[in-house]
């Protein structure tokens, strides 16, 4: 039998095989931007670039105008104004939880070319921070900005590449500072739909310190959004929340488009392969409870703690029935910590093609023109990998 390849060229494998993705990614922006697709300065076609809801809210909130951000008309009466011409409002409506306005009026400060280059620094530094810290090194660095999931939040300016700092930090600040990962989990409440598993965790593993700092971060984050915006931002949200319920989860479409494909859920995906509302809630709330069940039970039985983090961002990433392609960014962090348990015990043969396969999975996304979301592949292969891992790692007492 012959030796298996020494480490140094699976590592250099990996370098120029993610060299070669981000060469392809920078092609693919250069030569939009060169036709006028710019998220910085779009000059053709709508203004369709997810960024262009967050500026545009966080400007009427800087006039004191923080309710009217979840009307469109408005966003797109600001959008008109500051680009210099008109379009069909091809924007997602703003119907972020209020506390995010804290984080995107600082932008309406700046014109919007200055205020996106600003965000998609400040967010791709803390998800590079993240994964750094996950996998030190200047190859897993490389793996790291060209996931798939990166790219689709550079080119809409999406909030994917915060919510993985912020999720990966907390994860890895779990036991060494637990009141600075509670701070953390509880920064992440402007995605609500990703700590739904959050609680229960945390309650399981005893973790009060974390569940105490999370919980008053909340109440301050909506004191002092309060205290900004006053109260009616709230009830303005909530009544956008049916139109956003309805666009996304119910007739699928956002603004005159068919939307489902786009969802990375399994609810999404039946729905977007001809399943009818009530077979895909059903699949997604027994998939959602098992994957649920599976990570409070491995966490509670003491995974190791790369493991436990690996099963808890794809499990957080399974419950929910919305999740969009820019959320990939959160089981990407899955397969981080899977990488970096592998180092620290050792991969079986078969792990090391199956997380490449997993890391390629949502490239498959465009191959099918955006019309089936592959998130729930992307999440089981990963689970499967998770499975075997514990089976080997977590007290015999677990059964899967």
């Not at 469109?72 to 069909?88: D, I, K, M, P, T």
Request: glycine content about 10%.
């Amino acid at each position: 039998m012959s030796a298996a390849p020494p480490p140094y060229l699976y590592n250099r494998a990996l370098l120029y095989g993610c060299g070669a993705l981000l060469a392809l990614y920078g092609w693919f922006l250069a030569a939009a931007w060169a036709q006028g697709y710019s998220l910085f300065a779009p000059t053709r076609g709508p203004a369709h670039f997810d960024f262009s809801a967050f500026w545009a809210a966080g400007r009427l909130a800087l006039h004191g105008e923080a309710p009217a951000a979840y009307q469109w008309a408005n966003l797109e009466r600001v959008l008109e104004h500051a680009l210099g011409r008109s379009f069909r409002i091809d924007v997602l409506p703003w119907f972020y939880p209020p506390i995010f306005l804290l984080a995107v009026t600082p932008l309406g400060l700046f014109s919007y070319g200055t205020a996106a280059a600003l965000w998609l620094g400040a967010t791709l530094a803390a998800y590079l921070a993240a994964a750094r810290a996950i996998l030190p090194g200047g190859t897993a660095a490389v793996a790291a900005l060209a996931a798939p999931a990166v790219a689709f939040n550079l080119w809409s300016g999406q909030n994917g590449l915060l919510t993985a700092g912020l999720f990966g930090g907390a994860l890895l600040l779990l036991d060494r500072s637990p009141v600075a990962s509670g701070v953390l989990f509880g920064l992440l409440c402007y995605k609500p739909q990703f700590g739904l598993l959050l609680p229960l965790f945390l309650a399981v593993t005893g973790r009060w310190r974390v569940f105490l700092a999370a919980a008053a971060t909340v109440l301050a984050l909506v004191s002092l959004t309060a205290a900004a915006f006053g109260w009616e931002v709230f009830a303005a949200f909530l009544r956008a929340l049916y139109s956003a319920n309805d666009m996304d989860l119910g007739t699928g479409r956002q603004l005159g488009h068919v939307a489902w494909g786009h969802l990375q859920s399994v609810y999404g995906m039946l729905r977007a392969l001809g399943a009818g509302a009530g077979a895909a809630w059903t699949a997604q709330v027994l998939v959602g409870l098992a994957a649920a069940a599976a990570a409070l039970t491995v966490a509670a039985r003491g995974a190791p703690p790369s493991i436990e983090a690996a099963l808890v961002a794809v499990a957080a990433f399974v419950v929910t029935p919305y999740s969009q392609t820019y959320d990939l960014t959160v089981p990407t962090l899955g397969l981080a910590f899977l990488v970096r348990d592998g180092l620290e015990h050792g991969f079986r043969p078969w792990e090391k093609p199956a997380l490449v396969a997993v890391f390629l999975l949502p490239l498959g996304f465009l191959a099918l023109r955006s019309m089936v979301g592959l998130g729930p592949l992307t999440a089981a292969a990963l689970a499967a990998v998770i499975a075997g891992r514990a089976r080997r790692q977590v007290r015999p007492s677990i059964a899967f």
